[in-house]
């Protein structure tokens, strides 16, 4: 054997060992990924939430959340459970809106950027498990609609 053949097969062991390596890490990485996605998800908490109406022309239309490729409606002005992630999405969920304002130097009127909520809730409640916060929003949904 080459002294050149030898450095080839001696890279290509290393090259190989480097790629196990890596295979490995990976491997290692997901797995860790995948435990932690458990062990929050168990650790979980749930809300019972109320999403109000806006002035907006699209302020009565259901609300769309989506956690982790699901999405979920949520319907404005009724008590609903829902995760913790979802709270998460609709605290995210910005937009610019322009208000009229005087400029304190010429007096004339601005337009001024501010940032709201795209979806404004309400929390009522905060539970454990998904079951009791569906049974809270139940017995909510059931008041407001005896108050009615």
Request: charged share 35%; glycine share 4%; net charge negative.
């Amino acid at each position: 054997m080459t002294e050149g053949q030898k450095t080839n097969e001696t890279d290509a062991a290393k090259l190989a060992a480097e790629e196990e390596a890596k295979a490995k890490a990976v491997a290692e990485a997901e797995a860790e990924a995948k435990a932690k996605a458990e062990s929050n998800k168990a650790a979980e908490k749930y809300f019972v939430i109320t999403i109000g109406t806006t002035n907006d022309p699209m302020g009565d239309v259901d609300a769309q959340v989506g956690v982790n490729g699901v999405m979920t409606r949520i319907r404005r002005e009724t008590p609903v459970a829902v995760s913790e992630s979802a709270i998460e999405v609709l605290n995210n969920g910005v937009q610019t809106r322009y208000f009229k304002k005087k400029d304190p130097n010429t007096k004339e009127p601005v337009m001024v950027p501010r940032s709201v909520k795209t979806y404004p809730y309400q929390v009522h409640s905060e539970h454990k498990t998904k079951d009791a916060a569906e049974k809270a929003a139940k017995k909510l949904q059931a008041e407001m609609e005896y108050e009615e």
